[in-house]
């Protein structure tokens, strides 16, 4: 067996997992582990509508399943096929609170003196306070609102200039980044310095921006997403993909990107250490896509519907 950009390749002509790519399998796998963190919690005070959490999961099976005879449907149907999980990535992250808010524990303390070991103090409450510049806090704050724009810019910019393979190579990048940081959220929930400490009011917290971050935060914040930052791993990844496959947009996106790094920090959002993982969870994640090749496949019939062959990574 090996494996494309764009799926599994079998030796045999009647392989399980036929027609199925890697992003399905990975979400497939996440899922499973999700519901497993669900139905460990029954055990404790479990989780408050658990049978809507499970109900969300069989669903997202089900796409799982679809998604091969999606992606032979037309272009809507291989759109949808190949960007399903990207659609579904505030959900899942809004789930992440209601999951871990049940585990009744979290890790703040330990993360705080990994804090204070490493950088010898508590950065993300004292940046703020101690230099609240208003340029310095516009701009910051500006760049962790750009958030989800550098997340989806990556692989739709990809797609539309017609580098669908690399789209689809960026989109698994991204997704599996996710869910390394989705699972260890479940089984090691952070609150973070934003619930940990007191907020910041002076001129930084002022501006529109700073403002704004807070009040999205408040709409739809996750308890205990904190180590390692998810926003920083992920848009990392997204930026090197882009900056792989199309130089000049991974470019447009590296000063936006640079900017979210530290803002999750200097806006009390993550502790230093959280946005240090999240730098080496994304380093490991590029370094894996580093030996995959995004080469388009060539399309054959088997079965009851198309799969994909191309060179295998």
Partial sequence: MAVNSRGWKWSGTDGLWRGYT?????????IAVATGAVLLSFGAEGIRGWPWVLTAHALIAALVLLAPRARNAGPIGRFLGDWYPMLLLPALYGEIGVLTLSAGFQND????????????????YRWIRESPNVVLSWVLH??????????????????????RDASRHTIFGIMATFYLCYVAFLF????????????????????????????????????????????????????????RYWRTLGLVLLPFTAGLILAVVYGQFHYAVDALAGLIVAALMLGVMQTAEATEPQRVRVGDYGVESGSSV
């Fill in 188 to 243: 090691f929930p952070v609150a973070g310095p934003r619930y940990a400490f007191d907020g910041a009011h002076n001129a930084a917290t002022g501006v529109g921006p700073a403002r704004f971050a807070a009040w999205l935060l408040d709409q739809g914040d996750s308890w205990g997403a904190a180590f390692p930052s998810s926003h920083v791993a992920a848009s990392v990844v997204a930026t090197g993909m882009a900056l």
């Fill in 109 to 124: 303390l330990l993360i705080q003196r990994l804090e204070t070991w490493v950088f010898g103090s508590q950065i993300s």
């Fill in 142 to 163: 500006a760049c962790y609102l750009a958030y989800y724009p550098i997340l989806y810019a990556a692989p739709f910019a990809l797609w539309m200039a017609g580098r």
């Fill in 22 to 30: 890697a992003l399905d399998l990975a979400t497939s796998a996440y």
